[in-house]
């Protein structure tokens, strides 16, 4: 079974500061990697994933993160937070050949980071 | 191209009620999956249909139920509702099978 970790369920970064959020996950395999961000009261949006290729991944809204397989890592970075990066920040990832090769769409979530932006 | 779609966004039912959430996909997605969101237990996948059948369901009781019809909306039911039942449902469509999932807003369900 897959699980993923998010080390820091709170992080709090001051405006124009780097902004990392991690991320390990434990798959007998790689698997497929996510990030997504629900601000209050919505649905989940998907910032970016790692599927194959390249591992550094840019996303959207100047997110980006990099799959180490030795590491089993996939840690979210932004080079300058701005204010309205503030919402809480999901890794997940979804294994074509967990139970059997019939997870298909199924994506297990970590818990969760909520990012704070001081101005 | 719309979203996802979420009816409704909000619910209060009583405890042993019963609740029917429904989820209109993306134009063209055969995908439906269901989560449920609450703050102790965090995201939780509930089940997932592509072309009518479901193919992986979570550790949920079977109260829980959904289907999907042959226009790819699908609905979830809850019987018997419970307390503990309380939370985000969040609905997720993709064009097929571990593709981009695109979630909709949610039903917020409260049980009292």
């Known amino acids: 079974a897959q699980s993923v970790t998010q080390l820091g369920s709170h992080v709090s970064v001051s405006e124009g500061a780097l902004v990392l959020l991690r991320c390990n996950y434990s798959?007998?395999?790689?698997?497929?990697l996510f990030w997504y961000v629900q601000y209050p009261n919505q649905g989940l949006q998907l910032l970016l994933k790692?599927?194959?290729?390249?591992?550094l991944v840019k996303g959207i809204n100047g997110f980006e993160a990099e799959f180490k397989k030795s590491e089993t890592s996939f840690h979210l970075t932004k080079p300058s937070a701005h204010m309205s990066d503030a919402a809480e920040y999901f890794c997940a990832v979804s294994d074509p050949n967990d139970a059997g090769g019939t997870s298909y769409g199924k994506l297990t979530f970590g818990q969760g980071t909520i990012l704070t932006v001081h101005p | 191209k719309a979203g996802v779609t979420q009816t409704p966004r909000y619910l209060i039912k009583t405890r042993g009620q019963q609740v029917t959430l429904s989820c209109s996909p993306i134009?063209?997605?055969?995908?439906v999956s269901w989560y449920q969101q609450t703050p102790g237990q965090g995201l939780q996948f509930l089940f997932e249909y592509f072309s009518e059948t479901q193919r992986n369901k979570g550790n949920f009781p079977g109260r829980f139920s959904g289907r999907q019809f042959s226009n790819s909306r699908s609905e979830m039911n809850v019987s018997t509702l419970e307390l503990g039942d309380s939370a985000l449902y969040l609905c997720?469509?993709?064009?097929?099978?571990?593709?981009?999932?695109?979630f909709g807003q949610g039903t917020r369900l409260t049980v009292v």
């Open positions: 134009s063209g997605h055969r995908s």
């Open positions: 997720a469509s993709s064009l097929l099978p571990n593709t981009e999932a695109f």
């Open positions: 790692y599927t194959t290729g390249a591992t």
């Open positions: 798959s007998s395999v790689p698997p497929y």
